[in-house]
Protein backbone atom coordinates (compact mmCIF):
# COMPACT_ATOMS: atom_id res chain seq x y z
CA UNK A 1 0.00 0.00 0.00
CA UNK A 2 1.25 3.26 -1.00
CA UNK A 3 1.35 6.31 1.32
CA UNK A 4 -1.19 8.36 -0.84
CA UNK A 5 -3.78 5.05 -0.76
CA UNK A 6 -2.94 4.90 3.13
CA UNK A 7 -3.73 8.89 3.63
CA UNK A 8 -6.87 7.82 1.59
CA UNK A 9 -8.08 5.10 3.98
CA UNK A 10 -7.01 7.15 7.14
CA UNK A 11 -9.23 9.94 6.22
CA UNK A 12 -11.91 7.78 5.63
CA UNK A 13 -12.01 6.18 8.95
CA UNK A 14 -12.29 9.44 10.35
CA UNK A 15 -15.30 10.27 7.95
CA UNK A 16 -13.15 13.28 7.22
CA UNK A 17 -13.88 14.84 3.62
CA UNK A 18 -10.82 16.48 1.73
CA UNK A 19 -11.99 19.84 2.16
CA UNK A 20 -12.04 19.26 6.03
CA UNK A 21 -8.77 17.56 5.97
CA UNK A 22 -7.78 20.63 3.83
CA UNK A 23 -8.98 23.39 6.44
CA UNK A 24 -7.32 21.71 9.28
CA UNK A 25 -3.96 22.08 7.58
CA UNK A 26 -4.01 24.77 5.62
CA UNK A 27 -3.93 23.64 2.18
CA UNK A 28 -6.38 23.40 -0.43
CA UNK A 29 -8.01 20.58 -1.33
CA UNK A 30 -6.08 19.55 -4.53
CA UNK A 31 -3.68 19.35 -2.67
CA UNK A 32 -5.15 16.95 -0.10
CA UNK A 33 -6.31 15.03 -3.50
CA UNK A 34 -2.73 15.16 -5.17
CA UNK A 35 -1.30 13.48 -1.90
CA UNK A 36 -3.64 10.30 -1.57
CA UNK A 37 -3.54 10.24 -5.34
CA UNK A 38 0.09 9.68 -5.29
CA UNK A 39 1.05 13.02 -7.57
CA UNK A 40 3.02 14.13 -4.39
CA UNK A 41 4.39 13.81 -0.86
CA UNK A 42 3.52 15.71 2.18
CA UNK A 43 5.86 18.67 2.76
CA UNK A 44 7.63 18.22 5.68
CA UNK A 45 5.93 20.75 7.88
CA UNK A 46 2.91 18.71 7.13
CA UNK A 47 4.00 15.32 8.39
CA UNK A 48 3.33 16.26 12.26
CA UNK A 49 -0.17 17.99 11.64
CA UNK A 50 -0.98 14.68 9.27
CA UNK A 51 -0.47 12.49 12.13
CA UNK A 52 -1.90 14.45 14.90
CA UNK A 53 -4.90 14.60 12.95
CA UNK A 54 -5.22 10.84 11.67
CA UNK A 55 -3.50 9.78 15.27
CA UNK A 56 -0.30 7.55 13.87
CA UNK A 57 3.15 8.49 14.63
CA UNK A 58 5.61 9.96 11.86
CA UNK A 59 7.78 7.19 11.88
CA UNK A 60 4.88 4.94 10.74
CA UNK A 61 3.86 7.14 8.17
CA UNK A 62 8.05 7.62 7.11
CA UNK A 63 8.03 4.06 7.25
CA UNK A 64 5.36 3.58 4.65
CA UNK A 65 7.53 5.72 2.59
CA UNK A 66 10.28 3.80 2.85
CA UNK A 67 8.83 0.36 1.87
CA UNK A 68 7.02 1.73 -1.09
CA UNK A 69 10.52 3.15 -2.38
CA UNK A 70 12.21 -0.51 -1.82
CA UNK A 71 8.97 -2.28 -3.42
CA UNK A 72 9.25 0.13 -6.29
CA UNK A 73 13.51 -0.59 -6.31
CA UNK A 74 12.68 -4.19 -6.02
CA UNK A 75 10.59 -4.55 -8.94
CA UNK A 76 12.84 -2.20 -11.14
CA UNK A 77 15.95 -4.93 -10.06
CA UNK A 78 13.72 -7.93 -10.62
CA UNK A 79 12.62 -6.35 -14.20
CA UNK A 80 16.82 -5.84 -15.16
CA UNK A 81 17.69 -8.86 -14.06
CA UNK A 82 14.70 -10.80 -16.34
CA UNK A 83 16.33 -8.76 -19.25
CA UNK A 84 19.21 -9.60 -18.57
CA UNK A 85 19.07 -12.99 -17.83
CA UNK A 86 16.86 -13.45 -21.03
CA UNK A 87 19.81 -11.70 -23.04
CA UNK A 88 22.01 -14.61 -21.81
CA UNK A 89 19.69 -17.11 -22.59
CA UNK A 90 18.97 -15.99 -26.40
CA UNK A 91 23.38 -15.44 -26.80
CA UNK A 92 23.89 -18.96 -25.57
CA UNK A 93 21.33 -20.64 -27.21
CA UNK A 94 22.72 -19.34 -30.48
CA UNK A 95 26.43 -20.05 -29.74
CA UNK A 96 25.48 -23.41 -28.97
CA UNK A 97 23.70 -23.50 -32.34
CA UNK A 98 26.54 -22.63 -33.70
CA UNK A 99 29.09 -25.14 -32.22
CA UNK A 100 26.24 -27.86 -33.03
CA UNK A 101 26.06 -26.94 -36.60
CA UNK A 102 29.93 -26.51 -36.93
CA UNK A 103 30.02 -30.40 -35.46
CA UNK A 104 27.67 -31.39 -38.18
CA UNK A 105 29.80 -29.89 -40.72
CA UNK A 106 32.48 -31.69 -39.41
CA UNK A 107 30.71 -35.16 -39.56
CA UNK A 108 30.17 -34.47 -43.29
CA UNK A 109 33.38 -33.58 -44.02
CA UNK A 110 35.40 -36.56 -42.83
CA UNK A 111 32.80 -38.04 -44.98
CA UNK A 112 32.95 -36.74 -48.06
CA UNK A 113 36.45 -35.68 -48.37
CA UNK A 114 38.56 -39.08 -48.72
CA UNK A 115 35.91 -40.88 -50.44
CA UNK A 116 34.87 -38.09 -52.57
CA UNK A 117 37.30 -35.50 -53.39
CA UNK A 118 40.04 -38.08 -52.74
CA UNK A 119 41.96 -35.75 -50.36
CA UNK A 120 45.00 -37.48 -48.50
CA UNK A 121 43.88 -38.76 -45.08
CA UNK A 122 46.20 -37.21 -42.83
CA UNK A 123 45.09 -33.75 -44.63
CA UNK A 124 41.45 -34.45 -44.50
CA UNK A 125 41.97 -35.76 -40.60
CA UNK A 126 43.43 -32.47 -39.72
CA UNK A 127 40.84 -30.47 -41.26
CA UNK A 128 38.43 -32.45 -39.24
CA UNK A 129 39.88 -32.08 -36.59
CA UNK A 130 40.48 -27.95 -36.97
CA UNK A 131 36.51 -27.93 -37.57
CA UNK A 132 36.00 -30.22 -34.73
CA UNK A 133 38.24 -27.48 -32.54
CA UNK A 134 36.75 -24.75 -33.73
CA UNK A 135 33.47 -25.82 -32.98
CA UNK A 136 34.74 -26.69 -29.28
CA UNK A 137 36.09 -23.04 -28.54
CA UNK A 138 32.64 -21.58 -29.69
CA UNK A 139 30.68 -23.80 -26.86
CA UNK A 140 33.31 -23.45 -24.25
CA UNK A 141 33.71 -19.26 -24.81
CA UNK A 142 29.93 -18.95 -25.03
CA UNK A 143 29.79 -21.53 -21.98
CA UNK A 144 32.09 -19.05 -19.63
CA UNK A 145 31.36 -15.42 -21.39
CA UNK A 146 27.03 -15.88 -20.97
CA UNK A 147 26.96 -17.63 -17.59
CA UNK A 148 23.89 -16.76 -15.52
CA UNK A 149 23.23 -16.46 -11.78
CA UNK A 150 22.12 -19.22 -10.71
CA UNK A 151 18.93 -20.16 -8.97
CA UNK A 152 17.29 -23.42 -7.66
CA UNK A 153 15.33 -24.39 -10.55
CA UNK A 154 18.59 -24.00 -13.09
CA UNK A 155 20.67 -26.28 -10.02
CA UNK A 156 17.97 -29.26 -10.88
CA UNK A 157 18.01 -28.90 -14.10
CA UNK A 158 21.91 -29.08 -14.32
CA UNK A 159 22.13 -32.12 -12.24
CA UNK A 160 19.91 -33.80 -14.74
CA UNK A 161 22.15 -32.38 -17.44
CA UNK A 162 24.72 -34.06 -15.91
CA UNK A 163 23.38 -37.60 -14.99
CA UNK A 164 22.03 -38.01 -18.87
CA UNK A 165 25.26 -36.91 -19.76
CA UNK A 166 27.13 -39.39 -17.47
CA UNK A 167 24.38 -42.20 -18.54
CA UNK A 168 24.95 -41.20 -22.36
CA UNK A 169 29.13 -41.43 -21.98
CA UNK A 170 28.39 -45.04 -20.54
CA UNK A 171 26.02 -45.96 -23.29
CA UNK A 172 28.90 -44.40 -26.39
CA UNK A 173 31.81 -46.03 -24.67
CA UNK A 174 29.86 -49.88 -24.50
CA UNK A 175 28.73 -49.22 -28.17
CA UNK A 176 32.55 -47.80 -29.11
CA UNK A 177 34.45 -50.88 -27.51
CA UNK A 178 31.83 -53.42 -28.54
CA UNK A 179 31.89 -52.10 -32.30
CA UNK A 180 35.69 -51.55 -32.56
CA UNK A 181 36.59 -55.04 -30.70
CA UNK A 182 33.89 -56.71 -33.20
CA UNK A 183 35.20 -54.95 -36.40
CA UNK A 184 38.76 -54.00 -35.71
CA UNK A 185 38.04 -50.32 -37.35
CA UNK A 186 39.24 -49.05 -34.34
CA UNK A 187 40.33 -45.99 -37.48
CA UNK A 188 36.62 -45.03 -37.80
CA UNK A 189 35.08 -46.26 -34.87
CA UNK A 190 36.62 -43.10 -32.87
CA UNK A 191 33.77 -40.70 -34.53
CA UNK A 192 31.61 -41.85 -32.46
CA UNK A 193 32.66 -39.48 -30.10
CA UNK A 194 32.09 -36.47 -31.93
CA UNK A 195 28.69 -38.05 -32.32
CA UNK A 196 28.85 -37.83 -28.34
CA UNK A 197 29.79 -34.13 -28.36
CA UNK A 198 27.05 -33.38 -30.52
CA UNK A 199 24.36 -35.04 -28.68
CA UNK A 200 25.64 -33.17 -25.87
CA UNK A 201 25.22 -29.81 -27.00
CA UNK A 202 22.19 -30.37 -28.56
CA UNK A 203 21.06 -31.92 -24.95
CA UNK A 204 22.61 -28.83 -23.17
CA UNK A 205 20.52 -26.58 -26.36
CA UNK A 206 17.48 -28.51 -25.73
CA UNK A 207 17.74 -27.90 -21.43
CA UNK A 208 18.05 -24.13 -22.38
CA UNK A 209 15.57 -23.05 -24.96
CA UNK A 210 12.95 -25.87 -21.77
CA UNK A 211 14.31 -23.13 -18.88
CA UNK A 212 12.76 -20.13 -21.17
CA UNK A 213 9.56 -21.49 -22.32
CA UNK A 214 8.98 -22.26 -18.45
CA UNK A 215 9.66 -18.63 -17.50
CA UNK A 216 7.74 -17.29 -20.27
Not at 4 to 16: D, P, V
Not at 141 to 152: G, V
Not at 172 to 177: E, G, K, S
Request: charged share 25%.
Amino acid sequence: MSIGEKLLELRKSKHLSQEEVADQLNVSRQTVSKWETDQSMPDFDKIAPLCELYDISADELLMMKRKEETENFETVEKSIDSSYDEGIRRKKAIGISISVLTYFISIVWIMIAIPVYKMDPVLSSAIFLLICGIATFIVVYTCIMYRKRKEKQEDRRSKLEKQIDSILSMVILVIYLLISFTTMAWHITWILWVVYGLLVEIIKLLFLLGGTENEK
